[in-house]
Structure formats: C-alpha cells, structure tokens
C-alpha cells in the first residue's frame, strides 16, 4: 500500500516550511553567519594542541641550601609529607630529597578538582612552614597548563668577542622579545653571568689579622638600599630611601679594611662570569638557549613568525656583538605544515567529491548545490567555534574534515529526496518541503549514531589525557 502524504505532515514539516515561506529572512540569516564566520576564520587562536587541559598532577618544589641529601629528608620530606596526607583524592605521592632541595610528584584521581587541589596543597604546605628549617623561605606549587609550552627553541652562540653575554641575553635580547605581542616570557639557559668576586689571599688576610667574619658584615652593611619612610607635603606625597652602593670594582679595592689597608691589598677583587658546572655547545662556540612561551589567547603562527623576524633583526644589532641565534623548533612552522597537508586532503577529497556526484547525479545544479554545503558548513563551524572560546588545532582540524563527510551524505539525501518529487510532478514548494520532511529525521539520527560511537570511549577510558582529546 502507497503511504499517505499526512505521515510526514506537522512538526517535520515546519522547519522546511518556514525556510521556504521566508527566503529573505533566511538569506540574510545565512549571509550573516557566513560573514562571521569569515572574520573568525582570521581571528580564532590557532595553535597546535587544544586548550583546556588539566593534568592530574601537581608538583611542590622546597629549596634546602647547603642542605645534605639526609637531612633534606629529615627535616623537608617528612614534615611535609605529613601534611600532604590529609589532602582529600590523593592517589600517589613520590618525594625526593636532594642536595639543596625537596621535591614532591602528586597523582589525584581523575575525578579530583584540580584547582580545589592545588588549593588544598597549597594549604597543607603552609601548616608544614613552621616545623621546617628557618632557611626555607619560600616553596613552589607547579601544575601543568599545555597553554605554558614553548612555542620556540632557539639557541644562541656568543663569540670570544662578546664580553659579556648575560648582559646581550637579558638587556637586549630578552627585552627585544617580550615586547612582541602575543609573547608572555622568555625563559634562558646556560647564560654565563657575570659577578664581582672577591678572592681574598689567605697568607694577607693572615698576616695582617683581618677578622673576615667582621670585613664580610660591614660590607653588607655598607652596601645597602632601603625605604626610609614617607614624607606628606604641600598635598604630595615623597618617598624617602636611603642610599649606600658600592657602584663599580674600583670602589670596592679601595674599601678601608683597616688603617692604610684596603681590600684590594689582601685580595683579588675582579668582575668575571660564575664558575658553572655546564658546558654548553652549538656548532663548537659557547652557546645558550631560550624558550618563548606565548599568551593563552595569542596565536601561535604569527606570535612565531614575529619572533623569528625579531632574531633575524637582531644578529644585524650591534648591541649583540656577533651573537647568532639557530631556532631548534618552531610550533608556528608545525602548525602551518600540519595545516598545509589537511587543507590538501580536504581540497583533494572535495576534488574528487565533486567529480562522483557529477558523474552519478548528471546534474550540474545539484552538484554545485551539495558542493556549496561544504565550505558554507566549515565557515559556520569555524564561527561557532570562535565564539565559545575554542582554537583552530590539529585535532579541530580532523573533526572538520569528518563531519564534511557527513553534511555531504546528508546534503545528498536531501537533494536527491526533493529532486525525485520535483520530477514527480509536484510543486517547487512542496517538493521543497515534503521532500525536507520525509528525510530530516533519518538525517537527524544517522547523524547521532556517528556522534555516540565517541562517547563510551570518552566516558569509559581509564586514561584522562586519552579521554580529554577522544
């Protein structure tokens, strides 16, 4: 028996009916959203991984100068970890203690509110401050944040002409960087830095029984800057400080030590680069390296095409001194590289798309109209994602790529459904609708079905990291 038309009468109608019976409305609705979409296409961050990930650790860092790696366990990680046992969803805690510090790796469980835990950690550490060594001053709380990556490595060779490379790396170089917008720090390693040291000759300093408990105090107290108060004045306010610097090397050879002795008598006093247990090497010249993190809301392509212009620039500044920079990584090359090959695919398997549907369907009107969908589709796509906060990654990317598929499955039934009635002999509108009501729900849940099969993987694996990005 031949169904009847009233089955796919009512609610499945009214959407096609209303697009239909209002073509202005729509057209206007649809190049609005193409036109936000196009402006988001140019705004929206892209970077290489998404944001909004949170690892279920946490990691506490306590300095112990001078402090063995036994006593470190006796008066840092045990008083501490003491603490950290009353902290709520902890599921595995490893400490270790070494020369000069305490460290700690916690694992929550993955239900744990990792900002409700950092929090707690913070706290439980703060009650252990008071039965720790009154060296320790200051404790580190760190969790991870993919946002803080480096998005450039870049290393930086000095030549023997450069006398002073702490000095080109953190009065030039690194200022030169952080001012580009989008970079939120640089971080450097294994830049020699200079300080002034005093050797003093032990035979001299005997000889003449110089107290060195003594010279070392008054030479603190001799070089000093500090606030002395505040001054109300006339409606102002003025900011008084005292001054004592010992401002160049000179100064301090020609500090009194005792009648007609000055330091420089009883030692060496000179301004030379810190004794370093690294040795750091790039093509055979002493070298350093630099990572630039970025903001969490900047781009990472332009942000590191900014700065490897900045670096270029700078090995022609003669403030450098000669000094080359070599970029190791780049997530803006990556980014662009990893781009590159999915737009090809897309525009390939868009290519031969075009050519199957032309080829089965022998209707050039209605490949033009399925092959419209696709673009139209991503720059909505694309819009929608930009307004709720999200970025344009690898992984966005690849979800794009398979829903085409899907809207060019659908757009196929749906064209094909309205072209049938339409050479049936029905009228453009009811074609146009009850071809739309006859096939929409089927759309609807085949279109489900693709999105369910993620969600035991997302919902049911042990594995947060592998949830987070599934």
Avoid: C
Avoid at 101 to 130: C, G, L, T
Avoid at 207 to 221: E, M, N, S
Avoid at 366 to 378: D, G, K, N, Q, Y
């Amino acid at each position: 028996m031949k169904r009847s038309e009233p089955e796919v009468n009512g609610f499945r109608q009214w959407l096609p009916a209303q697009a239909y019976d209002r073509p202005v409305t729509v057209l206007m609705a649809f190049i609005a959203l193409l036109v936000i979409g196009a402006i988001a296409w140019y705004r929206v961050p892209v970077q290489l991984m998404p944001s909004g990930f949170e690892l279920n650790h946490l990691w506490v860092w306590v300095p112990y100068p001078d402090g063995s790696p036994a006593e470190t366990d006796g008066d840092v990680v045990r008083p501490i970890e003491a603490q950290l046992g009353t902290v709520p969803g902890i599921k595995h805690v490893r400490s270790n203690a070494t020369t000069g510090y305490a460290s700690f790796a916690i694992e929550f469980h993955q239900a744990a509110d990792m900002d409700v835990a950092y929090n707690d950690v913070v706290d439980r550490v703060e009650r252990a401050m008071p039965d720790l060594p009154e060296e320790i001053e200051r404790y580190g709380v760190f969790k991870y944040n993919p946002d803080d990556e480096p998005i450039v490595w870049a290393g930086v060779t000095f030549p023997d002409t450069v006398a002073d490379p702490y000095h080109v790396m953190t009065r030039v170089v690194q200022p030169r960087l952080e001012r580009i917008p989008g970079v939120a720090a640089l971080d450097l390693w294994g830049v020699p830095e200079r300080s002034v040291y005093i050797d003093y000759d032990r035979e001299k300093v005997v000889a003449h029984g110089v107290d060195l408990g003594g010279l070392q105090r008054r030479l603190f107290g001799d070089n000093f800057q500090m606030s002395g108060g505040r001054i109300q004045t006339r409606g102002q306010d003025l900011y008084v400080r005292s001054l004592a610097r010992l401002e160049t090397v000179e100064d301090l050879r020609r500090y009194p030590v005792q009648e007609g002795l000055t330091l420089g008598d009883i030692a060496d006093v000179r301004f030379r680069s810190a004794v370093s247990y690294d040795i750091n090497r790039i093509d055979g010249q002493v070298g350093a390296a630099m990572a630039v993190r970025k903001e969490s809301t900047a781009n990472a392509v332009e942000v590191s095409a900014a700065v490897a212009e900045a670096l270029e620039a700078l090995e022609g500044d003669e403030r450098v001194e000669g000094a080359g920079f070599h970029i190791f990584f780049s997530q803006g090359e990556i980014i662009e590289d990893s781009m590159g090959t999915l737009t090809q695919t897309a525009l390939v398997g868009g290519f031969f798309a075009v050519i199957i549907l032309l080829a089965f369907l022998r209707e050039w009107r209605m490949t033009l109209l399925i092959s419209a969908s696709i673009p139209f589709s991503l720059l909505i796509t694309v819009g929608v994602l930009y307004f709720r906060g999200g970025t344009l990654n690898i992984l966005s990317l690849m979800g794009l790529m398979l829903a085409v598929g899907m809207v060019v499955d659908n757009a196929i039934v749906v064209v094909e459904t309205v072209y049938r009635r339409r050479a049936d002999g029905a009228g453009a509108r009811a074609a146009a609708v009850k071809g739309t009501a006859e096939v929409n729900l089927a759309i609807v849940l085949s279109t489900l079905t693709t999105m369910v099969v993620f969600l035991p993987i997302i919902l049911m694996s042990d594995d947060a990291v592998f949830s987070f990005f599934m």
